[in-house]
Antibody
């Protein structure tokens, strides 16, 4: 069965960087994209960007350009998201999700459990 | 950029009721619209993709409709398990950008 298992909670100081990983299983890694979505406490969902594991191509949300970097490792079927120059507003839960694109639509069909990131001095 | 709005932002309903949630895009997105359900402390779950296609394993009481700028999610016969927050999400085929709506919370 398809599973996405994310790394554990992290506490970081403002200005630092954080790396969140997402280990996938149960499907052919390079055949689907990986999207990252975050959720600030008590708020809605924010799309951060996605990566195509087949060729490494990425698309990032405009407001995160220059601070976010998404990578994949096909040898371990793992996707990672790095966010640098952290500010308190980056505190939240970060999700990875499998991205399906097809003639019938593009959607996020399987999600990781979420990784808590707290930015605090 | 395409903006998404949802209405209402929250609603109270009873078990067995029919619930309708609206989602509006700031410009024509054809049928590039998905719906997700999220319960507190859990990851979102795909309900509907392509505006009207039910996701795998999703109960048939959920349905989606619409195209262009106006979309609806209907829950026909609300069940106790359906109390959650619902998000619409549009996708631009180029440059492959997603945008979520602000969400609609369904309470008892």
């Amino acid at each position: 069965q398809v599973e996405l298992e994310q790394s554990g909670p992290q506490v970081k100081k403002p200005g630092a960087s954080v790396k969140v990983s997402c280990r996938t299983s149960g499907y052919t890694f390079i055949h689907f994209g990986v999207t990252w979505v975050r959720q600030v406490p008590g708020q809605g969902l924010e799309w951060m960007g996605w990566i195509n594991p087949y060729n490494g191509n990425t698309v990032y949300a405009q407001n995160l350009q220059g601070r976010v970097n998404m990578t994949t490792d096909s040898s371990t079927n793992t996707a990672s998201m790095d966010l640098r120059s952290l500010i308190s507003e980056d505190t939240g839960v970060y999700y990875c999700a499998r991205y399906v694109w097809s003639v019938s639509g593009s959607y996020l069909d399987f999600w990781g459990q979420g990784s808590v990131v707290i930015v605090s001095s | 950029d395409i903006q998404m709005t949802q209405s209402p932002s929250s609603l109270s309903a009873s078990v067995g009721e029919r619930v309708i949630i609206s989602c509006q895009a700031s410009q024509d997105i054809d049928k590039s619209l998905n719906w997700y359900q999220q319960k507190p402390g859990e990851a979102p779950k795909l309900l509907i993709y392509g505006a009207s296609t039910l996701g795998a394993g999703v109960p048939s009481r959920f349905s989606g409709s619409g195209s262009g700028t106006d979309f609806t999610l209907t829950i026909s016969g609300l069940q106790p398990d359906d109390f959650a927050t619902y998000y619409c999400q549009q996708y631009d085929a180029l440059p492959w950008v997603f945008t979520f709506g602000p969400g609609t919370r369904v309470d008892l």
